[in-house]
């Protein structure tokens, strides 16, 4: 349980499953275990509810940049408590391999790096550079579900 002691000693909690919004329906798995790899679909930031966080809106217009990588390292969150559900335990995780970041933002908004290296910067603090170090792909959304500003998805090697 080394993931899990890092994510207590950084003072960071896991999310509870996602809360769906009233009348919409999530017909899929949060993460699909198939061949050693574990896929996670696309995940927004969580309330401790489980409901969906804010901000939301544009990055470049209603979020900032900042406002928005804070939304990213969420987003790392969730999945992380989504894997946990799945897996058991975080130390599974034997390599992760790729993340893809959504960015609800502006036409001309070009920093949708630097609004997805939050999610990037906390798996790499918390699995360190061999098992943390991922492919990535970060790009601008005209708008994403529930008007969230970050949605990622990613695929992780799983033990």
């Not at 599974?92 to 790096?113: I, K, Y």
Request: negative net charge; hydrophobic residues 45%.
């Amino acid at each position: 349980m080394k993931i899990e002691s890092k994510l207590a000693e950084m003072g960071l909690e896991l999310p509870p499953p996602v809360k769906a919004p009233p009348g919409i329906v999530l017909p899929f798995s949060f993460v699909r275990i198939y061949d050693g790899i574990a896929y996670i679909s696309g995940h927004g930031p969580q309330e401790a509810d489980g409901s969906v966080a804010g901000p939301f809106g544009a990055v470049g217009v209603d979020v900032t940049v900042e406002q928005g990588y804070e939304a990213a390292r969420a987003v790392a969150l969730s999945m992380l408590g989504s894997l946990k559900r799945e897996l058991g335990d975080l130390d599974r995780v034997s390599a992760w391999l790729r993340l893809h970041g959504m960015v609800n933002c502006a036409p001309d908004f070009t920093r949708q790096p630097a609004v997805i290296n939050g999610c990037s910067d906390l798996i790499l603090a918390i699995y360190g550079p061999d098992r943390g170090a991922h492919a990535r792909s970060a790009v601008g959304m005209s708008s994403l579900p529930f008007n969230m500003a970050v949605e990622i998805e990613a695929m992780a090697a799983i033990d």
